[in-house]
């Protein structure tokens, strides 16, 4: 969502199609383990509603910015909303 409301969408798209493969093989755990967060955590639990709901809010958010109002953050008082501008090649 930081990267959408900072005007990085791009940033946010690649963020999701790494792990979209990787959770899905995994079997959506948890979370992560190690310095890289390489490892399915040692006691991770499989199958977790809310790392599933987590992938599919941010799926939603990504091909429909307007949808992140509907989630309010402290911070979004401190960031400067990005100027969007339209591609010299439109």
């Not at 383990?33 to 939603?60: C, F, H, M, N, P």
Request: net charge positive; with cysteine.
């Amino acid at each position: 969502m930081t990267c959408i409301k900072t005007g990085r969408p791009q940033t946010a798209k690649r963020a999701i199609e790494q792990v979209e493969q990787r959770l899905s093989k995994d079997g959506w755990p948890e979370y992560y383990d190690g310095k890289a967060g390489r490892y399915v955590g040692k006691e991770a639990r499989k199958y977790q509603t809310w790392s599933i709901s987590g992938y599919l809010v941010a799926k939603l958010m990504i091909e429909n910015p307007a949808n992140l109002s509907v989630i309010p953050l402290e911070e979004d008082k401190k960031i400067a909303k990005p100027r969007l501008t339209r591609s010299a090649s439109f």
